[in-house]
């Protein structure tokens, strides 16, 4: 299943909770204004509903991004799909509501060549990721990450084929060494802020047969930077200005140092 994520020609750029510059973050009108910008694969959160459903949402509380009040996971699907995610955003994303995982890849689906990276956020949610991908038309052009050697452990003991790819900052004491992380999770990827790595350290990670990819860009350098190193993929908040920084670097723009 990592055929589609390992074939890529140039740098992937995902949009991260789709294009969340432009519109509420982790929603339909987010996902297709990264897909227009020329994204080939939005990252998604997934957190549990009361009832068992996979909800696209990022926080495990409500207030931030909708408006509601409270943990997801104590509300129902249908509750929290009468739930506003967009006017938080701005006037002219009222109405756009929680997708469920179901919806989004139902949506996916008919959309060749378009892929997405499933966030495990919240209790359960790999296993029930790991269950909606089996399922999928789409499989090929799906992924699991997360922050949680829990969730990807259980997501791949439900699908051991599953492309998983472990998330970390580098930023405790035992996540120093990201081939640790990733062999620690099970997982055949790992996604470090592009700033935090070299071209020795990725060469490692190369060695172990690891995808790679370079957390979210922010901005144009960032893009140079993951181009540099020859990494797998990378997210932005801003897709349009990520995909036209890597179409920059392919056509041989000077690129910064790496060391």
């Known amino acids: 299943m990592r055929v589609f994520w390992s074939t890529r020609t140039g740098l992937p750029i995902g949009g991260h909770r789709g294009a969340s510059a432009f519109a509420p973050e982790n929603t339909f009108a987010a996902f297709e204004l990264a897909f227009a910008a020329g994204a080939t694969f939005v990252e998604l959160d997934v957190q549990v509903s009361a009832d068992g459903v996979a909800m696209v949402i990022h926080d495990e509380t409500l207030e931030r991004t909708t408006n509601g009040r409270g943990l997801v996971r104590s509300r129902t699907a249908a509750e929290l799909g009468r739930l506003d995610a967009g006017t938080w955003f701005g006037p002219g994303y009222a109405g756009e509501g929680i997708p469920t995982l179901a919806d989004f890849l139902h949506w996916l689906e008919p959309q060749a060549d378009r892929g997405a990276i499933l966030e495990a956020k919240g209790p359960g949610s790999g ?133």
Do not use: K, Q, Y
């Not at 969730?151 to 790819?165: G, N, Q, S, T």
């Not at 990520?242 to 670097?249: D, I, L, M, N, P």
């Open 127 to 259: 296993e029930r990721i790991a269950g909606a991908i089996r399922g999928s038309p789409a499989r090929r052009r799906l992924a699991l990450c997360s922050f949680s050697d829990r969730e990807i452990h259980a997501a791949r003991a439900a699908l051991p084929d599953l492309f998983a790819v472990r998330i970390s900052g580098l930023d405790r004491p035992d996540e120093r060494d990201p081939l640790e992380v990733a062999v620690r999770a099970g997982a055949g990827g790992v996604d470090v802020p592009a700033d935090l790595l070299d071209p020795a350290v990725v060469d490692r990670l190369r060695g172990a047969g690891l995808f790679v990819t370079g957390g979210t860009a922010l901005d144009a350098t960032t893009i140079e930077r993951c181009i540099a190193l020859g990494l797998d993929a990378v997210n932005a908040n801003d897709p349009s200005m990520a995909v036209e920084a890597s179409t920059r670097g392919r056509r041989g723009a000077m690129m910064p140092p790496c060391d």
